[in-house]
Every structure is written in structure tokens, then in C-alpha cells.
């Protein structure tokens, strides 16, 4: 495998691991062309003979998600993260990857995150604190439309309203209950709820 670089080849990948190490995100082709003052072809054919030499790896043909690899051909340790959308609603249906519904993406951990199709929607209230979910919070979902008692789940209220509490089934109703003792416990009818997504993680954004 080749390795030695061209000069601009080993400023494009300096100034990769530089925005990455930074920011945790993987730069644009227009933010890096104008970063480095070159054209965004320069950039697009500098990443193809970067990804030639194995240097770094594209997750898809499309995709920004780009991984650095140290000298084995593996990613590297701290540039094992993935990129997931940030909705601004969640509604019936699951339509959370047409990016119009987007509020920007989350990079996360990928040794923390295994797996595909992660959303993020930001926590609204304190209703969920003792369960150490705060204002603003950062909730990391993976889609789902069933539960099971006891997990803290994203639910869809009457089509229109998401909140995050904790799901109990019962014989004749359902049960979302908040982890403060200030809010009340909701009941609501079978048809009221749509369970939307099932909270693995919670990224706290300072």
C-alpha cells in the first residue's frame, strides 16, 4: 500500500485531523475548500488518493462520515465516531432521515454506539432528572415502535407532541412516567401514544 503523500495530500489530511480532533466532525467539501483555498474538486480528488493510500475511509459513496486510519489500516482510537441526525420533531410514521426535518447532526462515540439509524432529539423540561436526563440533554434514540416495561422511551401524544418518560403497559391503558415527583404520572388510551424511538443514551451538550 502507498503512503507516501504529496504535499497538498499531507496538508488536507493534517487539516482533517485537525477539524476532526477539534470539533468531532468531519468538515465539508465547501468548508475545507475554503479552509485551505483550494477548489472543491481539489478537495473531492485529495480525499479519493487519501482513501487510495489508506489514509482515511468513507462510509458511503455520499456520506461525510469519514474515518482516519492509523498505520494498521484501522480507524483510529479517537476518530471511531458516526454521525446522526438531530430532528426538530418526531412525528407518525418515522420519516426522521428526510433531512428538511433535520436541526443539524450529532457525532458520538462509535465504540459507545453500535449500530445503524440513530436519531438524537433535544430534551425539553426536567421532568426526566432524577433518571439523570436533564434540560437540553442531548437524547440518543434508536427508532422503535413497541416497548417494554421500565424503558424510557420517546412517545408521540395525540400525532402532535413528543415526550421522553418511562413506559409501562397495562391491561387497559398505557402508562408514561415522568422521573421527578413534581410531574404527574400520564395515562393515556391505546390509540393516544406512538411509541417512536427507545432512548440509549444521553449526550450532554455544555
Same mark, same amino acid.
Given at each position: 500500500?502507498?503512503?507516501?503523500?504529496?504535499?497538498?495530500?499531507?496538508?488536507?489530511?493534517?487539516?482533517? *485531523?485537525?477539524?476532526?480532533?477539534?470539533?468531532?466532525?468531519?468538515? #465539508?467539501?465547501?468548508?475545507?475548500?475554503?479552509?485551505?483555498?483550494?477548489?472543491?474538486?481539489?478537495? #473531492?480528488?485529495?480525499?479519493?488518493?487519501?482513501?487510495?493510500?489508506?489514509?482515511? *475511509?468513507?462510509?458511503?459513496?455520499?456520506?461525510?462520515?469519514?474515518?482516519?486510519?492509523?498505520?494498521?489500516?484501522?480507524?483510529?482510537?479517537?476518530?471511531?465516531? $458516526? &454521525?446522526?441526525?438531530?430532528?426538530?420533531?418526531?412525528?407518525?410514521?418515522?420519516?426522521?432521515?428526510?433531512?428538511?426535518?433535520?436541526?443539524?447532526?450529532?457525532?458520538?462515540?462509535?465504540?459507545?454506539?453500535? %449500530?445503524?439509524?440513530?436519531?438524537?432529539?433535544?430534551?425539553?423540561?426536567?421532568?426526566?432528572?432524577?433518571?439523570? @436526563?436533564?434540560?437540553?440533554?442531548?437524547?440518543?434514540?434508536?427508532?422503535?415502535?413497541?416497548? &417494554?416495561?421500565?424503558? @424510557?422511551?420517546?412517545?408521540?401524544?395525540?400525532?402532535?407532541?413528543?415526550?421522553? *418518560?418511562?413506559?409501562?403497559?397495562?391491561?387497559?391503558?398505557?402508562?408514561?412516567?415522568?422521573?421527578?415527583?413534581?410531574?404527574? @404520572?400520564?395515562?393515556? %388510551?391505546?390509540?393516544?401514544?406512538?411509541?417512536?424511538? *427507545?432512548?440509549?443514551? $444521553?449526550?450532554?451538550?455544555?
Amino acid at each position: 500500500m502507498a503512503t507516501e503523500l504529496t504535499p497538498g495530500q499531507k496538508r488536507l489530511l493534517d487539516y482533517l *485531523k485537525t477539524v476532526v480532533q477539534n470539533t468531532g466532525e468531519t468538515p #465539508s467539501l465547501r468548508q475545507a475548500a475554503r479552509d485551505l483555498g483550494i477548489s472543491h474538486a481539489a478537495v #473531492s480528488q485529495g480525499l479519493k488518493r487519501l482513501e487510495q493510500k489508506g489514509m482515511v *475511509k468513507r462510509q458511503g459513496r455520499y456520506s461525510r462520515t469519514l474515518h482516519l486510519l492509523n498505520p494498521t489500516g484501522e480507524t483510529a482510537a479517537a476518530q471511531r465516531w $458516526i &454521525e446522526v441526525p438531530v430532528v426538530g420533531r418526531v412525528t407518525a410514521g418515522l420519516p426522521l432521515y428526510a433531512q428538511q426535518e433535520w436541526e443539524g447532526s450529532l457525532v458520538l462515540d462509535g465504540n459507545l454506539y453500535h %449500530g445503524q439509524h440513530f436519531f438524537a432529539l433535544r430534551v425539553r423540561g426536567d421532568s426526566m432528572k432524577n433518571a439523570g @436526563i436533564l434540560d437540553g440533554d442531548m437524547a440518543i434514540c434508536t427508532p422503535r415502535q413497541h416497548a &417494554e416495561n421500565g424503558e @424510557i422511551i420517546v412517545a408521540l401524544i395525540h400525532g402532535e407532541e413528543a415526550t421522553v *418518560k418511562r413506559f409501562f403497559l397495562h391491561r387497559d391503558h398505557v402508562e408514561l412516567r415522568p422521573e421527578n415527583p413534581d410531574y404527574p @404520572i400520564l395515562h393515556y %388510551g391505546f390509540d393516544e401514544v406512538l411509541v417512536q424511538g *427507545k432512548i440509549i443514551g $444521553i449526550q450532554r451538550v455544555l
